[in-house]
């Protein structure tokens, strides 16, 4: 069966602070895929990043930067100089690699305040 | 490109009503996704079509809820009768093929569903 665990339920951070946000994920598909999505107040669901389980070179994009281990089956985020806006819901979610459906983790509620 | 259309946006009912959600997925893509986020929690998917076909209906509750995708377009999900547990929002996702575009899902901004 497929997990994927963000043990963090709600981050706060001051401006400006950088935050990393945990997931660590269970499959048994030797190819498989995990996903990082941003869910902000209005509730869409934004995509920022696809891995796939072959290529663990960590990405950097802007302010965010992504952490994939795959000896500890962990994929982590960190947003460097938070800012207001990154407050959202934020979703890992893993997938296998035969058509199969998402399964996300329970989200981390980052709120960054002034 | 346009996105992943829903509506309603918001619905409120009784228990033991009937209600549906509505969903047009990008064009051209095949496959579609309802997916059941109760507040809280992640989604979870409730079904998946390839076209007009039913790829994944495992964690469709089928005693209340129904879904359709006649076309292989536009999809209708339907809970006859609502519970008050039934309360979430439900997104909707396409993709261009069976195992995902390069960048992953597209999503709906979803409907909110209560249920009193």
């Known amino acids: 069966a497929q997990k994927v665990t963000q043990a963090q339920t709600e981050i706060s951070v001051v401006e400006k602070e950088d935050v990393t946000l945990d997931c660590v994920y269970e499959t048994r598909d030797t190819t498989y895929y995990l996903f990082w999505y941003k869910q902000p107040p209005s509730g869409e669901l934004v995509f920022l990043i696809r891995?796939?389980?072959?290529?663990?070179q960590n990405e950097i994009s802007g302010r965010y930067s992504w952490n994939f281990q795959k000896s500890t089956s962990s994929f982590n985020f960190t947003i460097t100089a938070s800012q207001v806006v990154d407050s959202a819901v934020y979703f890992c979610?893993?997938?296998?690699?035969?058509?199969?459906?998402?399964?996300f983790g329970p989200g981390t509620r980052l709120s960054v305040l002034p | 490109e346009a996105g992943v259309a829903q509506s309603p946006r918001y619905k409120i009912i009784e228990k033991r009503q009937s209600v549906a959600f509505w969903c047009n997925p990008i064009s051209g893509h095949a496959t579609l996704y309802w997916y059941q986020q109760i507040l809280g929690q992640g989604p979870k998917l409730l079904i998946q079509?390839?076209?007009?076909?039913?790829?994944?209906d495992s964690q469709l509750p089928k005693d209340r809820f129904s879904a359709e995708r006649l076309k292989g377009v536009d999809s209708t999900l339907k809970i006859q009768p609502a519970k008050l547990e039934d309360s979430a929002v439900y997104l909707c996702a396409s993709s261009s093929n069976n195992r995902g575009s390069n960048y992953g899902y597209t999503f709906g901004s979803g409907t909110r569903l209560t249920v009193v």
């Open positions: 079509f390839q076209n007009n076909g039913v790829v994944d």
């Open positions: 891995r796939n389980s072959f290529d663990e």
């Open positions: 979610a893993l997938r296998g690699n035969y058509g199969q459906n998402f399964v």
